[in-house]
């Protein structure tokens, strides 16, 4: 399983970086745009992604491996 990857506010627009990172993977104007690129990356290392608020809480968070305990809500 690979790091998580949390899409979060910077510089007026927004970034995504794996957990634990210093530095962001990709820069985006819209967080639409880097949510995009985190669930690319996600997918393709089986991790999760973490969607921030601008004050830095989470809003929403998605699965993208073998959860052993997978969410009981039905959004997807």
């Known amino acids: 399983?690979?790091?998580?990857?949390?899409?979060?506010?910077?510089?007026?627009?927004w970034?995504?970086?794996g957990a634990g990172n210093a530095?962001?993977?990709s820069q985006h104007r819209t967080q639409s745009a880097a949510e995009t690129a985190a669930r690319r990356i996600a997918r393709g290392e089986s991790s999760e992604v973490v969607i921030h608020r601008r004050d830095g809480t989470i809003r929403d968070k998605d699965s993208y491996g073998n959860d052993p305990h997978p969410p009981r809500?039905?959004?997807?």
């Not at 399983?1 to 627009?13: A, I, L, T």
């Not at 809500?73 to 997807?76: A, F, G, S, W």
Request: proline share 4%; hydrophobic share 25%.
């Open 1 to 13: 399983m690979g790091k998580n990857q949390h899409v979060v506010p910077r510089d007026g627009g």
């Open 15 to 17: 970034a995504v970086r």
């Open 23 to 25: 530095r962001v993977t």
């Open 73 to 76: 809500d039905r959004k997807h």
